[in-house]
């Protein structure tokens, strides 16, 4: 089977640096993903890593290393409304397999 | 111009009761999904369709049917509504592919079961 594990919640202040770790268990995967979901709202696409090393979009990059089983999503520059939940996800064979969130509370 | 559009927004409904929630997709993926998500935001994958044939059925109660009458819609019918239904149900689309893996979701149906 698949499982992702992240931490349920991180504190940052405004302007503040954060990263998100997500460990997983999987037989198979093309790639991780990362989605943002604010409160009330969809999950949204941020970013997606295939092969191992960092992805950059914006002030948001993503990380993974298929030999740990391990990756990440940085987040610079925070701003208010990076308030939000956000999920680690495994893509592959017709199907998207979600951790269960990290909420990340921006403090100004 | 609404990418995947779900209805209704809201679903409030009697214990026992049926329901059924529409998605239709204008991106032209060729797969779709039906994912629950409770109330700790625990994001469940419920099925997954490519070109109309079911894919995946995640030990979801059979009271739960959906039904894809071609590649740009997928329903969701419910039968004999439970409390435990509860939950905000999305619907996605992508080209799940290596090359295309962004999942792009509804708004989302909130459904109440009293």
């Known amino acids: 089977g698949q499982s992702l594990e992240q931490p349920s919640e991180v504190t940052a202040v405004e302007g503040a640096i954060v990263q998100i770790n997500c460990t997983y268990q999987?037989?198979?995967?093309?790639?991780l993903s990362w989605y943002q979901q604010h409160d009330g709202g969809a999950p949204t696409f941020l970013s997606y890593n295939a092969l191992d090393g960092l992805e950059e979009t914006g002030r948001f990059s993503s990380f993974l290393s298929r030999s740990d089983s391990y990756g990440y999503l940085l987040l610079q520059e925070l701003q208010m409304k990076d308030s939000a939940s956000y999920f680690c996800?495994?893509?592959?064979?017709?199907?998207?397999?979600f951790g269960a969130g990290t909420r990340l509370f921006v403090k100004a | 111009d609404t990418a995947v559009s779900q209805t209704p927004k809201y679903l409030v409904t009697q214990m026992g009761n049926d329901k059924s929630i529409k998605c239709e997709q204008n991106l032209g993926h060729d797969t779709m999904y039906w994912y629950k998500q409770d109330s700790k935001k625990f994001l469940k994958i419920m099925f997954s369709?490519?070109?109309?044939?079911?894919?995946i059925n995640e030990t979801v109660p059979n009271r739960f049917s959906p039904k894809s009458p071609d590649k740009a819609h997928l329903n969701l019918h419910i039968n004999s509504l439970e409390l435990g239904d509860s939950a905000v149900y999305f619907c996605?689309?992508?080209?799940?592919?290596?090359?295309?893996?962004?999942?792009?979701f509804g708004q989302g149906t909130r459904l109440t079961v009293v």
């Open positions: 996800a495994l893509t592959g064979g017709f199907k998207t397999i």
């Open positions: 369709y490519n070109n109309k044939e079911l894919i």
């Open positions: 996605a689309s992508s080209q799940g592919s290596r090359e295309e893996p962004e999942a792009f």
């Open positions: 999987t037989s198979g995967f093309y790639g």
